[in-house]
């Protein structure tokens, strides 16, 4: 791919360089696109379009090609692309705000409707003003958009570090539910042995007093031999 060339009609210089040249595609086919600049950034542009991946209908995908100080970043999103080319010194954030900025308003005013038929550069006159807008509204917000950028990638930082711990949990759950269902069976077992035990301890006692029965019957039994013995009858009053 050929270095990009081109100068600003109007000279100037600072953040109003940033941005250099911007369009919205279905497929391969440009839409509508702005500049101020003249050069070879649109033909370069539309080489790294061709290259491109085809868009589904899922999360957005994100594409940068880098060459001779400059960024060619891409955003793809159910069928379109968006395109913001970049001085290489320029901050990613503000070519990712631009492009998502681009994307929720294109998406809103034309989604579903004529962008689905449009012939290339058809929506040029209309929307082109559109696409500067845009971009003027991200080079004065630039500051504002940076620190708001990296306060939602804290926050996604956060979200990402509490997911991880509620899985974390949610697997120390899953052991302690099992050590639960472990101690159910201990206390079920213990059971069953308090049950077993009782019935143990009953026939026991049982078998001890069949064997004192026993051990009285015969003792009764020896003292009525001896009476008879002794007395040689039952009454030993006779005697």
């Given at each position: 791919?050929?270095?990009?060339?081109?100068?600003?009609?109007?000279?100037?210089?600072?953040?109003?360089?940033?941005?250099?040249?911007?369009?919205?595609?279905?497929?391969?086919?440009?839409?509508a696109e702005y500049t101020e600049f003249?050069?070879?950034?649109?033909?370069?542009?539309?080489?790294?379009?061709?290259?491109?991946?085809?868009?589904?209908?899922?999360?957005?995908?994100?594409?940068?090609?880098?060459?001779?100080?400059?960024?060619?970043?891409?955003?793809?999103?159910?069928?379109?692309?968006?395109?913001?080319?970049?001085?290489?010194?320029?901050?990613?954030?503000?070519?990712?705000?631009?492009?998502?900025?681009?994307?929720?308003?294109?998406?809103?005013?034309?989604?579903?409707?004529?962008?689905?038929t449009a012939l290339a550069k058809s929506?040029?006159?209309?929307?082109?003003?559109?696409?500067?807008?845009?971009?003027?509204?991200?080079?004065?917000?630039?500051?504002?958009?940076?620190?708001?950028?990296?306060?939602?990638?804290?926050?996604?930082?956060?979200?990402?570090?509490?997911?991880?711990?509620?899985?974390?949990?949610?697997?120390?759950?899953?052991?302690?539910?099992?050590?639960?269902?472990?101690?159910?069976?201990?206390?079920?077992?213990?059971?069953?042995?308090?049950?077993?035990?009782?019935?143990?301890?009953?026939?026991?006692?049982?078998?001890?007093?069949?064997?004192?029965?026993?051990?009285?019957?015969?003792?009764?039994?020896?003292?009525?031999?001896?009476?008879?013995?002794?007395?040689?009858?039952?009454?030993?009053?006779?005697?």
């Open positions: 791919m050929a270095a990009p060339k081109g100068e600003k009609g109007d000279g100037g210089g600072g953040k109003a360089e940033w941005l250099i040249y911007a369009f919205v595609a279905r497929g391969t086919a440009v839409l003249t050069g070879n950034f649109p033909a370069l542009a539309a080489q790294c379009l061709q290259r491109l991946p085809a868009s589904g209908g899922g999360e957005p995908a994100r594409f940068s090609y880098a060459c001779d100080g400059h960024t060619f970043n891409f955003l793809l999103h159910r069928g379109y692309a968006y395109c913001v080319v970049a001085k290489e010194s320029v901050p990613k954030n503000v070519s990712v705000a631009f492009l998502e900025r681009l994307k929720d308003d294109f998406t809103k005013r034309y989604g579903g409707g004529k962008a689905d929506l040029n006159k209309e929307y082109g003003p559109v696409i500067k807008q845009h971009m003027q509204y991200v080079l004065d917000h630039s500051e504002e958009i940076e620190k708001t950028l990296k306060v939602q990638a804290q926050v996604s930082e956060v979200k990402n570090i509490m997911l991880e711990n509620i899985e974390k949990t949610l697997g120390r759950g899953e052991k302690l539910s099992e050590l639960q269902e472990k101690t159910s069976d201990l206390q079920s077992q213990a059971q069953e042995f308090k049950k077993k035990g009782v019935k143990i301890r009953r026939k026991t006692w049982l078998q001890n007093m069949k064997i004192k029965l026993v051990v009285l019957g015969i003792l009764l039994l020896l003292v009525i031999i001896v009476w008879v013995s002794v007395c040689q009858g039952f009454d030993c009053t006779k005697h």
